[in-house]
């Protein structure tokens, strides 16, 4: 059934070994984030022997489906005050910055018998979440402190998401130091210091990442090879783990321009083309419904997308070695964007692929 996402679990896996054996070279554990591709439990199950010592998701409704995988799972995305009781029941570990949600989920262990830890986030400058007042930050901790059901466990913070803000060792030293500031004034051993996401890769290879972080939370590193400061495909890694393979629904020769008086498209915007005469088209069934097709590109080379509407999308094939028919299919690669949407679509089947076998769907 088309169109599809294949799922390359050795590929995957592959890449979730090769980078945690790279951060625990440099004494830090790997947080596998899963949120890319819906945490999918056919794919974290396959990669929870990878060495990865957590499993990170910004979805508690994604964590609740692997609460059979005995890894301790962190809730990454700052938890709703009307999730609280989610969040204790299906995640170890939360990155918080208010105090009222500590709170909360403090009050939430004491009715359920739970432990629950806590990291406090810190913004660097990226400008989403995060204290970015040292005083306040240092009076959270000291409420945190005194809660009797939570575990203060330490720091982490998120850079190039909103802000595009690249982690150093200034600013990721700062996080740390921070971290030093607290273990002195309270009188405490600070266990995790989360400095970032896959953009802090970089930092490794240069030999610049401060000592005292003790985890990164790596989410397209792991799905797509890449690291994400740079945009650079990182070395010995897998970027072809998910293809999207979708089916030739029509394949006709057509003029390259539009015939007629030119308005806006279905999405109101007003197109511009090229002529480049009479061209073999193929349209495949998926569309701006089922994932970011500006995210998409051709796995051959000599073929365009041309565009797509809602549920179709056209592929210039004229110049490509393979003499197409109706029903065959066209495979797609697929950047972060893509991907998200496209595991997120009901309207795209999912295969997971291991070892030769095939196993159909979920
Ligand atoms: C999405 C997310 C990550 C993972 O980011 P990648 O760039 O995919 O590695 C890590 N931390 C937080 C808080 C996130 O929201």
Same mark, same amino acid.
């Given at each position: 059934?088309?169109?599809r996402?294949?799922?390359?679990?050795?590929?995957?896996?592959?890449?979730?070994?090769?980078?945690?054996?790279?951060?625990?070279?440099?004494?830090?554990?790997?947080?596998?984030?899963?949120?890319?591709?819906?945490?999918?439990?056919?794919?974290v199950?396959?990669?929870?022997?990878?060495?990865?010592?957590?499993?990170?998701?910004?979805?508690?409704?994604?964590?609740?489906?692997?609460?059979?995988?005995?890894?301790?799972?962190?809730?990454?995305?700052?938890?709703?005050?009307?999730?609280?009781?989610?969040?204790?029941?299906?995640?170890?570990?939360?990155?918080?910055?208010?105090?009222?949600?500590?709170?909360?989920?403090d009050?939430?262990?004491?009715k359920?018998?739970?432990?629950?830890?806590?990291?406090?986030?810190?913004?660097?400058?990226?400008?989403?979440?995060?204290?970015?007042?040292?005083?306040?930050?240092?009076?959270?901790?000291?409420?945190?402190?005194e @809660?009797?059901?939570? !575990?203060?466990?330490?720091l982490? /913070? =998120? $850079?190039?998401?909103?802000? *595009?803000?690249?982690?150093? #060792? &200034?600013?990721?030293g700062?996080?740390?130091?921070?971290?030093?500031?607290?273990?002195?004034?309270?009188?405490?051993?600070?266990?995790?210091?989360?400095?970032?996401?896959?953009?802090?890769?970089?930092? @490794?290879?240069?030999? !610049?990442?401060p000592?005292?972080? /003790? =985890? $990164?939370?790596?989410?397209? *590193?792991?799905?797509?090879? #890449? &690291?994400?400061?740079?945009?650079?495909?990182?070395k010995?890694?897998?970027?072809?783990?998910?293809?999207?393979?979708?089916?030739?629904?029509?394949?006709?020769?057509?003029?390259?321009?539009?015939?007629?008086?030119?308005?806006?498209?279905a999405?109101?915007?007003?197109?511009?083309?090229?002529?480049?005469?009479?061209?073999?088209?193929?349209?495949?069934?998926?569309?701006?419904q089922?994932?970011?097709?500006?995210?998409?590109?051709?796995?051959?080379?000599?073929?365009?997308?041309?565009?797509?509407?809602?549920d179709?999308?056209?592929?210039?094939?004229?110049?490509?070695?393979?003499?197409?028919?109706?029903?065959?299919?066209?495979?797609?690669?697929?950047?972060?964007?893509?991907?998200?949407?496209?595991?997120?679509?009901?309207y795209?089947?999912?295969?997971?692929?291991?070892e030769?076998?095939?196993?159909?769907?979920?």
């Amino acid at each position: 059934m088309y169109p599809r996402i294949e799922i390359d679990l050795d590929k995957l896996k592959h890449n979730a070994n090769l980078l945690s054996k790279k951060c625990r070279e440099h004494n830090i554990e790997t947080a596998v984030v899963t949120k890319v591709y819906c945490a999918f439990p056919e794919i974290v199950d396959y990669l929870k022997d990878s060495g990865v010592k957590y499993i990170a998701d910004s979805r508690i409704k994604n964590l609740k489906k692997l609460s059979s995988i005995d890894l301790e799972k962190i809730l990454i995305r700052i938890p709703m005050l009307t999730e609280v009781e989610d969040v204790v029941k299906y995640s170890d570990i939360s990155l918080n910055s208010e105090i009222e949600v500590i709170e909360k989920i403090d009050e939430t262990c004491a009715k359920l018998n739970k432990k629950h830890k806590i990291a406090l986030m810190v913004d660097l400058g990226d400008l989403r979440e995060g204290y970015f007042k040292e005083d306040e930050l240092f009076e959270v901790v000291g409420k945190t402190l005194e @809660l009797k059901n939570v !575990e203060f466990v330490g720091l982490g /913070t =998120n $850079l190039t998401c909103y802000g *595009a803000v690249i982690p150093s #060792k &200034e600013n990721l030293g700062r996080l740390c130091e921070l971290g030093q500031k607290i273990e002195e004034k309270f009188d405490i051993k600070l266990s995790f210091i989360s400095g970032g996401n896959s953009s802090s890769l970089h930092l @490794l290879d240069k030999g !610049e990442m401060p000592s005292r972080v /003790t =985890n $990164l939370r790596l989410g397209e *590193a792991i799905a797509l090879g #890449k &690291e994400t400061a740079y945009s650079q495909d990182i070395k010995g890694a897998y970027q072809d783990s998910f293809k999207l393979v979708c089916e030739i629904v029509e394949l006709k020769e057509k003029p390259s321009i539009p015939i007629g008086e030119i308005g806006v498209d279905a999405f109101g915007n007003k197109p511009h083309y090229e002529d480049k005469g009479i061209r073999k088209r193929a349209i495949v069934g998926i569309g701006k419904q089922d994932t970011n097709v500006d995210g998409m590109s051709t796995v051959d080379p000599k073929q365009e997308i041309l565009g797509a509407s809602s549920d179709h999308l056209i592929v210039d094939v004229t110049e490509s070695d393979r003499d197409y028919k109706v029903g065959d299919t066209i495979e797609f690669n697929l950047e972060y964007g893509a991907l998200m949407a496209a595991t997120t679509s009901d309207y795209v089947n999912k295969v997971f692929k291991c070892e030769e076998k095939l196993a159909e769907n979920v």
